[in-house]
T-cell receptor
Framework: SQQGEEDPQALSIQEGENATMNCSYK?????LQWYRQNSGRGLVHLIL?????REKHSGRLRVTLDTSKKSSSLLITASRAADTASYFC?????????FGKGTTLSVSS | GAGVSQTPSNKVTEKGKYVELRCDPI?????LYWYRQSLGQGPEFLIY????????DSGLPNDRFFAVRPEGSVSTLKIQRTERGDSAVYLC???????????FGPGTRLLVL
């Protein structure tokens, strides 16, 4: 079963614009992680935010976490064509990661 | 190796056959995970090993699926009597220990004809 749900399912933007993806989940978590996947193969870990953190930055990425609303957002600033990929949030309950269905981001130059 | 590796990268088999998928985790990582990803979906958890033992196998869909990690490093996912519905990308991940960042391999794309 899948716990997380990303919104929107698909997002198309121009290079240089910002992209925001949202994730909602259902149960309590230890941490929430965001992954990127190109061409349906290996997932690349982007950022991990712990349940006691509210915001985290890594380069052009900014992640927020609101445990009261059971939601998270991923912001990619100044997007590039190379950011084109599927993005997944995953909640970590201590053993497995529970993934959403993902947001497909398309950045055109 | 530098990352998680999986072999084969692609596997085509016929309905009813037996298949084995291999995962080599990052050296020193005690935790190993198997996931399955169908087209258009996120990965779904299958099984988690801590060392040699399966700490959580609640994601295995039925008794045709089995995984081992006899020496606490390499793991093999075994699927008996394959069905067309087993077609998916099978992903392996490892982490230093449970609850840490998981690093994924490139996956094995399984096609059951």
């Amino acid at each position: 079963s899948q716990q997380g749900e990303e919104d929107p399912q698909a997002l198309s933007i121009q290079e240089g614009e910002n992209a925001t993806m949202n994730c909602s989940y259902k149960t309590s978590i230890n941490n929430l992680q965001w992954y990127r996947q190109n061409s349906g193969r290996g997932l690349v870990h982007l950022i991990l935010i712990r349940s006691n953190e509210r915001e985290k930055h890594s380069g052009r990425l900014r992640v927020t976490l609101d445990t009261s609303k059971k939601s998270s957002s991923l912001l990619i600033t100044a997007s590039r064509a190379a950011d084109t990929a599927s993005y997944f949030c995953a909640t970590d309950s201590g053993t497995a990661l529970i993934f959403g269905k993902g947001t497909t981001l398309s950045v055109s130059s | 190796g530098a990352g998680v590796s999986q072999t084969p990268s692609n596997k085509v088999t016929e309905k009813g056959k037996y298949v084995e998928l291999r995962c080599d985790p990052i050296s020193g990582h005690t935790a190993l995970y198997w996931y399955r990803q169908s087209l258009g979906q996120g990965p779904e958890f299958l099984i988690y090993f801590q060392g040699t033992g399966a700490a959580d196998d609640s994601g295995l869909p039925n008794d045709r699926f089995f995984a081992v990690r006899p020496e606490g490093s390499v793991s093999t996912l075994k699927i008996q009597r394959t069905e067309r519905g087993d077609s998916a990308v099978y992903l392996c991940a490892s982490s230093l220990t449970g609850g840490q960042t998981q690093y994924f391999g490139p996956g094995t794309r399984l096609l059951v004809l």
